[in-house]
């Protein structure tokens, strides 16, 4: 059997792996991506909430600092990417007179914290309140600045092209199931063949403790899922959650959050779960509605979808950053929960800087190339460009999608629906897919293949059966 040699393997092609990837792409090094999955980006980054964090309860956990250190590298990295990012608050809302009398206290506490990272911590009245969040009911709030919410669908397919584009190869539909530790590196054995590689990165997101079994090394993680509810339009123009002096486990977590994509998030909740259990619920949204749904005056809003992801929760609740007790060529990152999207520029530094400690050679390459904005057809009407045939076959009206963007979304690496959705934004409108009969054939006519060879994310998911 063939067997491929790199000098760095990483396993996991989520927003862990593919920031890890960037990174190496800067570099004379050959590297490989493998996956599982069909394309990039579906595992635990397929379903959150798209926020960049701040400084994390607890506050001197490695969570926090690299949530820190993630959050002010993302402007840089949006820009160089292309990517949509937009910066916003945090108002926390006293909804009753103790919460009031609280604020002070709470601001007190939280600007000795935030304010040492450069965050600034403010208590807001009703009457500035009330400006500042006009739909919000509440006698007053403390703001957190410096928060984000970023486009993480076309985060991980630039962050997937600027590596394709730098020379990172990428292995899909390919499951690590054994491993073998060698005196010149790692056999890694996939159920479609070996690859031989120096240094082996674990960033396998809810299987990475599985996957440090494989190398001897023992790690205990739990499961939570967090559901999350959208609604069509803008309810606010910040993140908004209520104020919390004691926190509710059951409640715990999740924001009004606005998206970059005009529509409104509330959630994520938190409930323990199995890896597997992506469903949502009467009583998951019954918890997001007692939340937050008393925090707003009109509450007229569209939801037009529910979804669930699962986060891998380590033993101590903080990221695992080590290397193996094997060997320091293989270096495991277990359990990345909640904000791993933060953190996931600062993680990816990290990692480099463990890989030199552990003797790899990193020669910068002599030029590294960038990549293009994707320019969607709906750009070029807004901007009083002239169209060609292909754009102007529309094949999802609410999103405004056409034939040519499906075509240069399998042109970036779209296999799958879902894989033109992320890129596209197909089907994610007010109507949530009523266009699919349609985009099916037009995606299949595009990949040049039958409709029933079309899946929804790879596998045995076929979307039509004769
Ligand atoms: C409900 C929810 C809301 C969240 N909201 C936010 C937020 O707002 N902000 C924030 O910062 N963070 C948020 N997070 C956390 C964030 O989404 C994760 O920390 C991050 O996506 C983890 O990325 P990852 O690359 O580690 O894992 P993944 O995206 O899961 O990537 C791991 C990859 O490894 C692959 N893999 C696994 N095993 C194998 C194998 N044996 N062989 C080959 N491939 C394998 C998988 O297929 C997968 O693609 C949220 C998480 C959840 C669940």
């Known amino acids: 059997m063939l067997v491929v040699y790199y000098d760095i393997a990483i396993i996991g092609s989520g927003v862990v792996g593919l920031f890890i990837a960037y990174e190496l792409a800067h570099y004379r090094v050959r590297v490989i991506?493998?996956?599982?999955?069909?394309?990039?980006?579906?595992?635990v980054s397929k379903g959150h909430?798209?926020?960049?964090?701040?400084?994390?309860?607890?506050?001197?956990?490695?969570?926090?600092k690299l949530a820190i250190e993630g959050n002010k590298l993302y402007d840089g990295i949006a820009k160089r990417l292309h990517v949509r990012v937009r910066r916003l608050s945090t108002l926390l809302v006293a909804r009753n007179p103790i919460h009031l009398?609280?604020?002070?206290?709470v601001w007190f506490i939280l600007n000795r914290v935030y304010g040492k990272h450069g965050f600034r911590v403010r208590v807001l009245g009703p009457r500035e309140l009330r400006k500042r969040e006009p739909n919000v009911k509440g006698l007053g709030a403390i703001e957190v600045n410096n928060y984000g919410v970023i486009n993480s669908f076309e985060l991980i397919s630039q962050l997937y092209n600027f590596c394709t584009l730098n020379g990172i190869d990428f292995a899909f539909n390919t499951e690590v199931v054994k491993v073998k530790v060698l005196d010149d590196g790692v056999a890694?054995?996939?159920n479609r063949g070996?690859?031989?590689a120096r240094y082996v990165i674990n960033a396998a997101g809810l299987y990475s403790a599985d996957v440090a079994r494989m190398f001897g090394d023992e790690y205990r993680l739990e499961f939570g899922k967090g559901v999350?509810?959208?609604?069509?339009g803008e309810q606010t123009r910040n993140i908004v959650a209520p104020l919390q002096l004691a926190p509710n486990p059951k409640t715990k977590g999740g924001a009004i959050i606005p998206t970059v994509f005009g529509t409104t998030i509330w959630g994520p909740s938190l409930s323990m779960s199995d890896r597997g259990d992506r469903s949502v619920n009467e009583a998951d949204i019954e918890i997001l509605n007692e939340k937050f749904g008393g925090l707003l005056r009109r509450r007229d809003f569209i939801p037009i979808r529910a979804y669930a992801g699962v986060r891998p929760i380590p033993e101590g609740d903080d990221f695992i950053i080590t290397y193996s007790k094997l060997s320091k060529h293989i270096i495991h990152l277990v359990g990345i929960e909640s904000p791993g999207l933060t953190a996931a520029p600062a993680?990816?530094?990290?990692?480099?800087?463990?890989?030199?400690?552990?003797?790899?050679?990193l020669t910068p390459k002599d030029e590294v190339r960038e990549v293009d904005p994707v320019v969607m057809t709906k750009s070029i009407i807004e901007e009083g460009g002239t169209i060609n045939a292909d754009q102007g076959e529309v094949v999802c009206p609410c999103m405004g999608v056409t034939r040519a963007d499906i075509r240069e979304a399998i042109r970036r690496g779209a296999r799958t629906l879902d894989g033109i959705i992320f890129r596209t934004g197909l089907g994610m409108g007010i109507c949530q897919g009523m266009c699919l009969g349609k985009a099916i054939k037009v995606i299949s006519e595009e990949l040049g293949i039958d409709p029933e060879k079309l899946t929804k994310s790879g596998?045995?998911?076929w979307l039509v059966t004769r």
């Open 33 to 43: 991506v493998i996956d599982r999955e069909a394309e990039p980006g579906f595992g």
């Open 49 to 64: 909430a798209g926020v960049i964090h701040v400084v994390q309860p607890p506050f001197n956990s490695l969570r926090s």
């Open 101 to 105: 009398i609280a604020l002070p206290a």
């Open 188 to 190: 890694i054995l996939t």
């Open 194 to 196: 070996e690859y031989r």
């Open 228 to 232: 999350m509810l959208v609604f069509w």
């Open 347 to 361: 993680i990816a530094r990290r990692v480099i800087e463990m890989l030199r400690d552990a003797g790899a050679v």
């Open 459 to 461: 596998g045995n998911s």
